[in-house]
């Protein structure tokens, strides 16, 4: 099949150019104030992920996953979603735990799961930047490739099954379109019509191997056809960009079209993880063709277009940011440890009876003498 230049599958959708000039025949007509919250949270995000890497440098975390140069979509996304009593989930992979944080999940609370310790809404049982939280709606990710897929398009079809107008978000890199779960997810959500959005971010990189040697594809959109889902390429580091499509493809999924896959092309700056030198397997210039697409300095851009953002009040908010993450990082680091008791805690919906005794016996173990 001839694919045009003109195909969704092919076409890389964009709204800004490199300059943070909107088009305005595809501008999603966000408010001032949306804009000056989505500059915001990439802001925080960018700030956040520095001083997270240099703990882990420190050895003051044990592990963490940067997002750098890929904010847009979890951002965009994050901005997206419903909330209310009918609520969107999202299955993450391993860079879209920030999507917590625009849905107001506590900062403190974001950072003690770095730390595992008392302050853990997991109680420490999961390793960094494996964020989750029920209070927001998202689900743990596990760090093997793709098992989030099939249980996000499984969640959607549940959706469905009970008439909610909610839908499930997930996400992947571009070397899980290579894995099984996702052949089967896409298969099911294509036969179903699931309330579902697949976002893939194809930062070209599946930890050491560029996309060109794992998938004879064109695109990773395209993938989507065989399996009766539409496939939408767009710039991933373009943020109204990315809140357009994730927006229509909820939009599609609420009104009974079905699920859409995204590709969002964009890059990780960074290494794949704290474990990774990725100077091993890329090209410095490579890296510096991509820092001049970077997502929040483009966003920036429009934000000065608009009269949304001076020098003087962005200096100001990286300073209120800054000292946001360090006065969390300042009180995370002091609180103790886990409980030995809440190895009971959120294992049973009701605790049977041996581990009732085991606690009780646990409990006088710990108790302090008298």
Known sequence: ????????????????????VADPSRD??????????AYRELCRLRLLDARMTSLQRQGRISFYGSCEGQEAVPIATGLALQNGTQPDWVFPALREQSIMLVRGFPLRAFVAQLFGNEGDVLKGRQMPSHHSGRAVHQVSWSSCIGPQLPQAVGAAWAMRARKT???????????????????????????????????????????????????????????????????VRVDGNDLLAVFKVVSEGLSRARSGGGATFIEAV???MGP???SDDPTRYRSKA????????????RLRKHLVHLGLVTEASDDALRRELAAEIAAAVDYVERLPAPGRASLFADVYAEMPWHLREQLESLKKIDAPPT
Not at 11 to 18: E, G, N
Not at 201 to 212: F, R
Not at 289 to 294: G, L, N, Q, S, T
Request: net charge negative; proline share 5%; hydrophobic share 40%.
């Open 1 to 20: 099949m001839d694919l045009r230049d003109d195909d969704p599958d092919v076409a890389l959708l964009r709204v800004l150019d490199d300059e943070g």
């Open 286 to 297: 490579e890296v510096e063709a991509w820092a001049r697409k970077d997502p929040l300095d």
């Open 272 to 274: 794949h993880s704290t």
């Open 165 to 231: 107008s909610a839908a499930a978000v997930a996400f992947l890199g571009d070397g899980a379109t290579s894995q099984g779960d996702f052949h089967a997810a896409m298969n099911f959500a294509g036969l179903w019509k699931v309330p579902c959005v697949l976002v893939c971010q194809n930062n070209h990189w599946s930890i050491s191997v560029p996309t060109e040697r794992q998938t004879a594809s064109r695109t990773l959109a395209v993938k989507a056809r065989a399996y009766g889902v539409p496939g």
């Open 28 to 37: 999603p007509g966000l408010s001032a104030d949306t804009l000056r919250r």
């Open 266 to 268: 964009t890059y990780r």
